[in-house]
């Protein structure tokens, strides 16, 4: 496990926010020389903190869409009734996110469509393949509140307090 300073976690704080920032400017905002902020970014990419860099694109900007947030329920419980659901999942672009869940449902997956019945029929559709898939809970979200966010990071690396 790498050990996290300061000027790391603010590395990741800027890089989160700011992808695109030049190695100049990052150096510049950390408060060292451009070798040394290279060296803490390039150990921080081999240490697997900086999983990847890409760009927040806006779909109002894109066209009409519809966010749903679905609860799901297989139909069985061993192992290879989640393998054979999470494996689906690539064959399904519209399925944006999905998290495995202790407690009362066994995935929450993040869908993104044009409207609620592109959603209904990718529901059909992951039916029909006899995925495990055996009841589902559709929320559709009305208006973003608060987007996905950094999460607290000196807490997490253990340099703050609760």
Known sequence: MIRLDDRDLEILRILS???????ADLARRINLSAT???ERLKRL???GLIAGYRAEISLKALG??????VAVEL?????????RFEGA???????????ALGGGFDY????VTRDIDSYQRLVDRMLEARIGLARYYTYVVTKPVKGPGLPPLGLLAG???D
């Open 36 to 38: 040394p902020a290279w």
């Open 64 to 69: 009409p869409h519809v966010t749903v947030f």
């Open 108 to 111: 929450l997956m993040q869908v």
């Open 45 to 47: 990419e081999k240490a």
């Open 17 to 23: 926010a700011e992808a695109r920032i030049t190695k």
């Open 159 to 161: 340099l703050q307090k």
């Open 75 to 83: 139909a069985g419980h061993m192992v290879e009734d989640f393998t």
């Open 89 to 99: 999942l690539a064959d399904y672009p519209e399925v944006t996110a999905c998290w």
